[in-house]
């Protein structure tokens, strides 16, 4: 069986989040005799290009409204990935040095059609068409109602939502850039009187999953104005929880981290990292590090750290490392807040992957008060480093996490995002910190469990065989 992914980012090509991490893996685990799984990005202008070197396997034009763009495929030429990835060029348009901004309609509707006319070509079609998140949810729609995608109308598409809240909206005005298709059914792209490539994906796609089955739930409910929809295609929906990439994230050979480390040599292991972030921060070793890692934006709960931050910080047992980027005023916040806690306080305002390793490896605790977190891989990662996660119960972090409090727990859960349910959780942690004994067996617990991608791959392959 062929699959193909297509998606806006993959690891280690171009990551922003969490996208990249599953793209980025989950190929690799599907990967085995019976199935071939191969990815397709847009090819930007960054490290991973640049550094790389890359073979045309196909060239043509793209016709996005009245215009018309000369694109290229391009595929990997090494085989670094353990699985085939290539890559539609369309150089001004979609060859820029950033993910996303604010052009991505253009941008990534360029690459959805280029993507498309390039399978046209192919001897034999893809036996399932993935596609993750909105920049490639008009796919579903025009495998389904463009003229010149007939061909396609057997393949099965799945739709996999990482995240619901981004949903790639645009006014019906640039209806034109879509290739053409019967006009009787321009409804199926419109969601709210706008042009909603989530939506149009949820209506069209033969199957849609979502990253955990609690977030599969919690979006019939909310899911920033498509509740309704979700609740009307349930028949067709799946929640399944993603895995981690055992080879990129384990303690044991992970090169990015200062000293490797297993369930006996833990004790050793994390003290050593923490270690390096305690001498490159200015913080103290001898107390518990809490650090929170990822994008600075309402979803995450981070607009309350800064006041959450300066009530926990009161107590000067406790020492904070948080590593983001995202909204400019929670960033200012995060930096101000340097000086009146230097030697117990510290941020790296900006993206860095290397050091986001060392601090699942050397922290004590993991911080996640998300509003929305449809799976989280954060957490997970964090277990695998002996990490205890800190965490609000909800979607895929309900999900993984159990509370200290209940039988065999190993996290510290709490229901709400308030600076008080984030400085009460926090005061719990080092409570917890305090019981050595308790600590020595949650850390040896929370590195054996087992969230690589193999079971969750499995799902996959179950589904795409249920339609294929
Ligand atoms: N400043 C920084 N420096 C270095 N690394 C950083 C970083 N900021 C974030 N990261 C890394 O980016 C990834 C974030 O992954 P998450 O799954 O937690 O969140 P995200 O919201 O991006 O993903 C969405 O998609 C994923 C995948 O489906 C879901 O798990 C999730 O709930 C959903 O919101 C992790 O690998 C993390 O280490």
Same mark, same amino acid.
């Given at each position: 069986m062929n699959i193909i992914h297509?998606?806006?980012?993959?690891?280690?090509?171009?990551?922003?989040?969490?996208?990249?991490?599953?793209v980025g893996a989950l190929p690799k685990y599907q990967n085995n005799s019976e199935i071939s799984s191969q990815v397709i990005m847009p090819f930007y202008d960054i490290k991973f290009t640049q550094q790389n070197t890359f073979s045309s396997v196909f060239e043509s034009e793209l016709y996005l409204g009245e215009k018309t763009y000369k694109y290229r495929i391009l595929k990997l030429?090494?085989?670094?990935?353990?699985?085939?990835?290539?890559?539609?060029?369309?150089?001004?348009?979609?060859?820029?040095?950033?993910?996303?901004?604010?052009?991505?309609?253009?941008?990534?509707?360029?690459?959805q059609i280029a993507a498309l006319d390039w399978m046209l070509t192919w001897k034999k079609l893809p036996d399932i068409i993935h596609c993750h998140d909105h920049h490639t949810g008009l796919i579903p729609f025009m495998l389904q109602e463009c003229f010149k995608y007939e061909v396609f109308r057997k393949t099965p598409n799945i739709l996999t939502i990482h995240n619901a809240q981004y949903q790639g909206w645009f006014s019906h005005d640039n209806v034109n850039l879509i290739p053409a298709f019967d006009f009787n059914n321009v409804g199926l792209l419109d969601w709210g009187g706008t042009i909603n490539p989530l939506a149009a994906a949820i209506k069209c796609a033969w199957k849609v999953t979502t990253v955990s089955p609690s977030y599969m739930e919690e979006m019939k409910e909310s899911a920033n104005?498509?509740?309704?929809?979700l609740l009307s295609e349930s028949d067709k929906s799946i929640g399944i929880l993603n895995g981690i990439d055992w080879k990129v994230w384990? $303690?044991?050979?992970?090169?990015?981290i200062v000293k490797n480390y297993n369930q006996k040599t833990v004790a050793s292991g994390k003290k050593a990292n923490k270690k390096e972030l305690c001498d490159t921060f200015n913080l103290d070793i001898d107390k518990p590090l809490?650090?929170?890692?990822?994008?600075?934006?309402?979803?995450?709960?981070?607009?309350?750290?800064?006041?959450?931050?300066?009530?926990?910080?009161?107590? $000067?047992?406790i020492s904070i490392l948080l590593l983001g980027s995202g909204n400019k005023e929670t960033e200012a916040?995060?930096?101000?807040?340097?000086?009146?806690?230097?030697?117990?306080?510290?941020?790296?305002?900006?993206?860095?992957?290397k050091l986001s390793h060392i601090i699942y490896a050397g922290a004590d605790f993991l911080l996640m008060p998300s509003r929305v977190e449809p799976c989280g891989l954060n957490q997970m990662y964090a277990l695998r480093y002996g990490t205890i996660p800190i965490v609000r119960s909800i979607g895929g972090l309900k999900d993984t996490v159990v509370d200290v409090s209940e039988e065999n727990g190993f996290g510290i859960c709490h229901e709400d995002v308030t600076v008080s349910d984030i400085t009460t959780a926090i005061e719990r942690g080092l409570e917890l910190y305090e019981n050595k004994p308790q600590i020595k067996k949650i850390k040896a617990q929370i590195m054996k469990i087992d969230h690589s991608w193999n079971a969750s791959a499995k799902q996959y392959i179950n589904l795409y065989k249920s339609i294929n």
């Open positions: 297509i998606s806006a980012e993959c690891y280690p090509v171009a990551k922003v989040g969490g996208l990249a991490d599953v030429k090494n085989k670094s990935l353990d699985f085939e990835i290539f890559f539609v060029d369309v150089p001004n348009l979609v060859f820029k040095d950033y993910v996303y901004s604010f052009d991505d309609t253009k941008r990534f509707l360029a690459f104005g498509l509740e309704s929809l384990n $303690p044991e050979t992970d090169l990015s809490f650090a929170f890692i990822g994008r600075l934006v309402g979803e995450k709960g981070s607009d309350l750290f800064p006041e959450a931050f300066k009530i926990a910080l009161q107590n $000067p047992n916040q995060l930096e101000a807040l340097k000086k009146d806690f230097d030697g117990q306080y510290n941020a790296f305002i900006g993206y860095d992957e």
